[in-house]
């Protein structure tokens, strides 16, 4: 048994495999992070506790104080050149981010086409998977709500809008919702055509990946919690 914790900028959201499936998931903020140790009260002694992390190395020692009562071996995973069929072509692969990594190990253990990996968080990240499980290159914007705080805090008169998507917004918090899905979902059908012809998928996850899906123009699934995996798919095999 293997537990993966997947630190991000928002949540720390975790799962317990047994080596054939999962056998729980979850979130907690990380203001909570005390809460994990629920899990280590809850299920037996695992054999690896596997860490992916972004959230800084605060936020790791917290998560490891909470589970003090674990005392397996940590894996601390870092971006690679290659694992588990997928090739970093980054500039420096060491500067991916760990989550945008293992979602595309994620992606990779379950589709074989090329695709476009969507993770639709604080950040929105849209990342190119070509047929031969290469990472090509992805991108990065900020994610739906940081979207709407920013044109809130930075501008004199534009709201925190609680509007809604229309095809012709006709009051401000509609027009700035709209704009928002209209840039997250027009940034990733311009990845999915730069993509080209043949066999492709995009998956998307992340706590917006709901709302965007909605709205996108292309085939796409939804693939709750992808990092962890990509997380499984390394600690299983480490």
Known sequence: MIVCIDSGNTRIKWGVHD????????????AEVA???????DWPLP????????????????IRDSLAGWSAPWLDLRPERSRCGVSN?????????????????????MVGSA?????????????????????????????????????????????????HYADYPRCTDDAIVT???????????????RLGEGDKVCLLSGGNAGLLIEYLGIPCREIPNLPLEGMARIGLGA
Not at 47 to 62: E, K, M, P, T
Not at 91 to 108: M, Y
Not at 131 to 140: E, K, P, Q, T, V
Request: proline share 2%; aromatic share 4%; glycine share 12%.
């Open 35 to 41: 809460d994990l140790a629920k899990l280590a009260a």
């Open 179 to 193: 704009g928002i899905v209209e840039a997250q979902a027009g940034a990733i059908e311009r990845a999915w055509r």
């Open 19 to 30: 080596g054939a499936r999962w056998l729980a998931q979850g979130a907690v903020a990380h």
């Open 115 to 163: 695709a476009i990996v969507v993770m639709a968080g604080t950040a929105t990240t849209i990342d190119t998977l070509d047929a031969a499980g290469a990472f090509i290159g992805g991108m990065i914007l900020p994610g739906v709500d940081l979207m709407r705080r920013s044109l809130s805090s930075e501008t004199a008169a534009l709201p925190l809008a609680a509007g």
């Open 89 to 109: 072509l980054y500039r420096n692969p060491e500067k991916l981010g760990i989550d945008r990594w293992c979602a595309l190990i994620g992606a990779r253990a």
């Open 47 to 62: 054999d690896r506790i596997v860490l992916a992390n972004v959230a800084g190395a605060d936020a790791g020692a917290r």
